[in-house]
């Protein structure tokens, strides 16, 4: 059995799909178990990664486990409690789904304890800890390192995923395209390496599955680095209609996101991060995909030619 957390998201979704392929038993953790479309024979089992109780209920039989743990800044204790669910309900091996940057000091990832290396501007959020020391969490270098961690001294086999940005995040400009009217970016010029999710999904199944993997940590790009504007030419290309985005300062967007009701560490966070993007800091291809999967990493393109019609326009 191999329990997936957020089951009915972007990769974990894709996770149970080829696992279920695969013929491999399968249980879905979801808030709404009875709503969340599974292929058949996959279990489900209520609950999400805020509530322990729940997730060491999911995780009761499991051999292994794929880890969605961090959805922003206050989540660093609930990621680290995935990890000891999976220890306390005997789960051999874990994959835990990371970001790239996390640990890098330019993403506000210092010294835990001297809170070194936080950005300028940050917020000052920090997580109560269970025992060691309570965490300074601060830009998105932050938000997983302390899950990171946990995996690494959980005294299981584990791997940890660091993916870049997801060619679906670009779904979030299917409504302004079908308006005419242009995406909001924040990310300048910077490039980064738009990753597939159906690799990273392919690649959290290998590790799943295979020992080999353990001990890993991979960095999952695309074959290729794009800027925002590059993802809207192609997508403009192959949709047949102009993708347009307008480019906001970082500090621009900021405002709107604390007017939206965001919080001011998650608001700092996406501000660091999109200078950092800006920057060059995630320009950047790996060979991960191509070495584990034994293929080229799939492009932006490929992505788009696959999804063109969820963004609904004909
Ligand atoms: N997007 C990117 O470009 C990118 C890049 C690198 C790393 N990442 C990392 O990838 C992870 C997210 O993966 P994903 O995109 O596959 O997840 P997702 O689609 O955003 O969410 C996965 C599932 O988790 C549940 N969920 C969502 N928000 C929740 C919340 N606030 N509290 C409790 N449950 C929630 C939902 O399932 P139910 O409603 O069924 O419970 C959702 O379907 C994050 O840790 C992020 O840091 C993302």
Redesign the pocket.
């Known amino acids: 059995m191999i329990l997936v957390t ?8 894709e996770v149970v799909r080829q696992l279920a392929a695969r013929g491999e038993k399968v249980r879905a ?4 178990p009875a709503g ?1 479309r599974v292929p058949s024979g996959v279990e489900t089992a209520p609950g ?3 509530d322990r109780a729940s997730v060491e209920a999911a995780m009761a039989g499991a051999e292994a486990a794929f880890l ?5 800044p206050d989540d660093v204790e609930h990621d680290r409690g995935l990890v000891a669910a999976a220890r306390a309900a005997g789960v051999r091996r874990i994959v835990k ?4 940057g996390t640990g890098d000091p330019r993403l506000g990832a210092g010294d835990p304890q001297s809170g070194e290396g936080e950005g300028e501007g940050e917020g000052e959020a920090k997580a109560e800890a269970e025992g060691e020391g309570a965490p300074r969490v601060g830009g998105f270098g932050t ?2 390192l302390y899950g990171e961690e946990a995996v690494k001294a959980s005294g299981l086999e584990w791997t940890i995923l ?5 060619a ?2 670009t779904l979030s400009w299917s409504q302004t395209i079908q308006e005419g009217t242009p995406a909001l970016n924040m990310m300048g010029g910077g490039k980064q390496g738009v990753v597939d ?1 159906r690799d990273v999904a392919e690649i959290a199944v290998a590790a799943l599955l295979d020992p080999r993997h353990s001990g890993r940590t991979y960095t999952l790009t695309g074959p290729e680095t794009l800027s925002a504007h590059e993802q809207a030419a192609v997508l403009g290309e192959i949709l047949g209609r102009p993708v347009r985005l307008r480019d906001l300062s970082p500090e621009q967007r900021r405002e709107q996101l604390l007017a939206a009701g965001l919080g001011e560490a998650y608001a700092d966070a996406l501000v660091i991060a999109a200078r950092f993007i800006q920057d060059g800091g995630s320009d950047v291809v790996t060979e991960d995909v191509p070495e584990v999967l034994g293929r080229p990493a799939r492009t932006y393109r490929e992505w788009v030619v696959d999804h063109r019609e969820a963004f609904g326009v004909s």
């Open positions: 957020g089951a009915t998201g972007t990769i974990g979704s953790q979801s808030r709404d969340a999400h990664h805020r969605v743990g961090v959805f922003g789904l990371s970001a790239i938000w997983h660091r993916p870049s940005n997801f679906s995040n999710p």
